[in-house]
């Protein structure tokens, strides 16, 4: 049961790859494995929430010895989130026409790569898994074979690659000082170690997954491969991989490093700030849209950084629900970004209201809980850097909504009404998130509870 | 050994950056090569012990190597070949359709094409 969520992508793409993804029936035949895909998941979130952590262990082997793969409510939500959008760019692309070969195979392969790296209970395989997935989102920066896609692409690999490689010498470190490379017992294990040596590791572990969400000083790649790439693909990056990197500071920091978290917490909400800072004023400046919503980006990993700089129970909620809001809008205005009509106009202006922070849009909850977390440690500095990155989003979100929408410029995009399908979709969950917010918000308690940071 | 080891690592790292900072594609591919090695001579270096080959029947009252890191250092090598064949492929396809491969004139092109494209728009 547990392994089925990750057994069918990974079955479904080998033949996949083979076949011609442009013929509609192979697109659709994706769309349907990518679909059983997200359903076992699904399935398998229900008992994790409803019965606590599943756990099992490859071919009947005794733990430690097999690899230990166990589903825990942190990972479910990652989980569901990144093969959902993925699920939503692969139909939105099935309904546009596919224009290469192998798209469809990379998006089935990603989904097995993201779900096996939120599974996995090792370090190890927490690499390998994060390399699956890697190396389809390589492939996939490469979709549409222009030059300027294929340069996009070669910038994405090479810095993406050096990330990988300082997450690689942490897994040597680890593996160093503890002897063990199971999580549960790394964090027992560099309680003893050396501290300098636990805190190399923790900076390196920090570094890695900050290249891959494109914080601040590690971003410099972002915005060349967003606008470099397709929609399509840059909505997969924004709203699917990038969710690797929340999701390993958060499992990470706080889960398998929390001490390590606790001493370095100033230096991530300061990286966390200057990133919704730089991020905000580089998108102000922009005019192309893709551009404005790569440094977007760049500013709203900013939160999550800030929130799990703050910890505890209230932070660390307000880290998972932002890292699942901000996915599903990078998403939604990624998708809409290539399309036009005033229903696409609509979409896109729920998509700039949840990345502003404006309710009913589910973009409210996230700020809200970040106010939350920063009222809880008393910081008047945090409250205000959140009000001010809410301000400068709103002036950059409706800046490019006026100049692309409203003044009537866009002439650019596919206009057949059944490519707006799936932009629509997204938009009315992000509504829909925002108006009834309990399950959302009980989500991302549970995920937080499932953290070792949580406990005092 | 430990010494040693550090050393070589942290001349072929060194070396790795030396060629990413070069201005041409298939020197920055050669650099990744390079680093993902000396990530991987770490991986090795993280578990020395000095022994018998990890092979069953084990050798009465010797120790053997740790055998964990080199199937570590395997499969971390295999992933580096595959990215590797991608990034070639990825780097060949940026030659074949602008027919240079440096990096300063790629940058020059792209600039240019922008150009164009905004001209067109106004």
Same mark, same amino acid.
């Given at each position: 049961?547990?392994?089925?969520?990750?057994?069918?992508?990974?079955?479904?793409?080998?033949?996949?790859?083979?076949?011609?993804? %442009?013929?509609?029936?192979?697109?659709?035949?994706?769309?349907?494995?990518?679909?059983?895909?997200?359903?076992?998941?699904?399935?398998?979130?229900? %008992?994790?929430?409803?019965?606590?952590?599943?756990?099992?262990?490859?071919?009947? +082997?005794?733990?430690?010895?097999?690899?230990? =793969? %166990?589903?825990?409510?942190?990972?479910?939500? /990652?989980?569901?989130?990144?093969?959902?959008?993925?699920?939503?760019?692969?139909?939105?692309?099935?309904?546009?026409?596919?224009?290469?070969? %192998?798209?469809?195979?990379?998006?089935?392969?990603?989904?097995?790569?993201?779900?096996?790296? /939120?599974?996995?209970?090792?370090? @190890?395989?927490?690499? =390998?898994?994060?390399?699956?997935?890697?190396?389809?989102?390589?492939?996939?920066?490469?979709?549409?074979?222009?030059?300027?896609?294929?340069?996009?692409? @070669?910038?994405?690999?090479?810095?993406?690659?050096?990330?990988?490689?300082?997450?690689?010498?942490?897994? $040597?470190?680890?593996?160093?000082?503890?002897?063990?490379?199971?999580?549960?017992?790394?964090?027992?294990?560099?309680?003893?170690?050396?501290?300098?040596?636990?805190?190399?590791?923790?900076?390196?572990? #920090?570094?890695?997954?900050?290249?891959?969400?494109?914080?601040?000083?590690?971003?410099? +790649?972002?915005?060349?491969?967003?606008?470099?790439?397709?929609?399509? =693909?840059?909505?997969?990056?924004?709203?699917?991989?990038?969710?690797?990197?929340?999701?390993?500071?958060?499992?990470?920091?706080?889960?398998? #490093?929390?001490?390590?978290?606790?001493?370095?917490? =100033?230096?991530? *909400?300061?990286?966390?700030?200057?990133?919704?800072?730089?991020?905000?004023?580089?998108?102000?400046?922009?005019?192309?849209?893709?551009?404005?919503?790569?440094?977007?980006?760049?500013?709203?990993?900013?939160?999550?950084?800030?929130?799990?700089?703050?910890?505890?129970?209230?932070?660390?909620?307000?880290?998972?629900?932002?890292?699942?809001?901000?996915?599903?809008?990078?998403?939604?205005?990624?998708?809409?970004?290539?399309?036009?009509? +005033?229903?696409?106009?609509?979409?896109?202006?729920?998509?700039?209201?949840?990345?502003?922070?404006?309710?009913?849009?589910?973009? @409210?909850?996230?700020?809200?809980?970040? /106010?939350?977390?920063?009222?809880?440690?008393?910081?008047? $500095?945090?409250?205000?850097?959140? @009000?001010?990155?809410?301000?400068?989003? /709103?002036?950059?979100?409706?800046?490019?909504?006026?100049?692309?929408?409203?003044?009537?410029?866009?002439?650019?995009?596919?206009?057949?009404?059944?490519?707006?399908? *799936?932009?629509?979709?997204?938009?009315?969950?992000?509504?829909?998130?925002?108006?009834?917010?309990?399950?959302?918000?009980?989500?991302?308690?549970?995920?937080?509870?499932?953290?070792?940071?949580?406990?005092? | 050994?430990?010494?040693?080891?550090?050393?070589?690592?942290?001349?072929?790292?060194?070396?790795?950056?030396?060629?990413?900072?070069?201005?041409?594609?298939?020197?920055?591919?050669?650099?990744?090569?390079?680093?993902?090695?000396?990530?991987?001579?770490?991986?090795?270096?993280?578990?020395?012990?000095?022994?018998?080959?990890?092979?069953?029947?084990?050798?009465?009252?010797?120790?053997?190597?740790?055998?964990?890191?080199?199937?570590?250092?395997?499969?971390?090598?295999?992933?580096?070949?595959?990215?590797?064949?991608?990034?070639?492929?990825?780097?060949?396809?940026?030659?074949?359709?602008?027919?240079?491969?440096?990096?300063?004139?790629?940058?020059?092109?792209?600039?240019?094409?922008?150009?164009?494209?905004?001209?067109?728009?106004?």
């Amino acid at each position: 049961m547990l392994f089925l969520p990750l057994l069918i992508p990974w079955l479904a793409a080998i033949p996949l790859v083979l076949l011609d993804g %442009r013929r509609k029936g192979v697109a659709w035949l994706a769309v349907g494995a990518l679909a059983a895909h997200l359903a076992a998941l699904a399935v398998l979130a229900v %008992r994790v929430f409803a019965a606590g952590p599943q756990e099992a262990v490859t071919g009947e +082997w005794p733990p430690g010895v097999g690899i230990v =793969v %166990r589903a825990d409510a942190l990972g479910m939500v /990652f989980a569901l989130l990144s093969s959902g959008v993925l699920l939503a760019a692969l139909v939105h692309e099935t309904v546009a026409g596919i224009e290469g070969r %192998r798209f469809p195979a990379f998006v089935v392969f990603m989904a097995a790569g993201l779900t096996g790296l /939120f599974l996995a209970r090792d370090v @190890f395989n927490f690499y =390998v898994f994060f390399e699956v997935a890697m190396i389809s989102a390589y492939a996939l920066s490469t979709y549409g074979g222009q030059a300027r896609e294929a340069g996009a692409a @070669f910038v994405f690999a090479v810095v993406n690659l050096l990330g990988s490689f300082l997450f690689l010498l942490a897994v $040597a470190g680890i593996y160093h000082q503890t002897g063990t490379l199971a999580m549960d017992g790394v964090t027992t294990g560099l309680a003893t170690a050396a501290p300098n040596a636990a805190l190399l590791i923790a900076v390196l572990v #920090l570094v890695a997954f900050s290249v891959k969400l494109g914080l601040f000083p590690f971003h410099p +790649w972002l915005p060349a491969v967003y606008i470099g790439a397709r929609p399509a =693909v840059a909505a997969i990056l924004a709203g699917a991989l990038a969710n690797i990197g929340s999701y390993g500071v958060l499992r990470f920091g706080a889960d398998v #490093l929390p001490a390590q978290l606790r001493a370095g917490s =100033v230096a991530l *909400v300061v990286l966390g700030s200057a990133s919704i800072v730089y991020g905000a004023v580089q998108a102000i400046g922009r005019r192309e849209a893709a551009e404005v919503l790569a440094y977007s980006t760049i500013g709203q990993v900013g939160y999550v950084f800030v929130a799990v700089g703050i910890g505890g129970a209230v932070g660390l909620a307000a880290a998972v629900l932002y890292a699942v809001v901000n996915g599903l809008n990078k998403a939604l205005l990624f998708l809409s970004i290539d399309l036009r009509g +005033w229903l696409v106009g609509a979409a896109f202006a729920v998509g700039a209201f949840s990345v502003v922070g404006v309710p009913p849009a589910a973009g @409210f909850l996230g700020k809200v809980a970040m /106010f939350q977390a920063g009222v809880e440690i008393g910081s008047v $500095a945090l409250v205000a850097l959140i @009000f001010l990155g809410g301000a400068l989003s /709103f002036l950059y979100m409706f800046q490019l909504y006026q100049s692309d929408f409203w003044a009537g410029t866009r002439e650019v995009g596919r206009s057949a009404p059944r490519t707006r399908v *799936v932009a629509l979709a997204l938009a009315v969950l992000v509504l829909g998130l925002g108006a009834w917010p309990e399950p959302l918000l009980a989500v991302s308690r549970d995920a937080a509870a499932a953290l070792e940071g949580t406990r005092p | 050994m430990t010494l040693l080891v550090s050393l070589v690592v942290a001349t072929i790292f060194g070396s790795g950056c030396y060629l990413l900072l070069k201005g041409d594609l298939f020197r920055v591919v050669a650099g990744t090569v390079l680093i993902s090695n000396a990530a991987v001579l770490t991986l090795i270096a993280a578990g020395f012990t000095r022994g018998a080959a990890p092979i069953r029947p084990f050798p009465q009252g010797s120790q053997v190597s740790d055998p964990l890191v080199q199937a570590l250092a395997l499969t971390a090598l295999i992933i580096g070949f595959g990215v590797t064949a991608l990034l070639l492929t990825v780097a060949f396809r940026v030659y074949a359709s602008s027919r240079t491969v440096d990096l300063d004139q790629l940058s020059r092109m792209e600039a240019s094409r922008e150009d164009e494209l905004e001209e067109t728009e106004d």
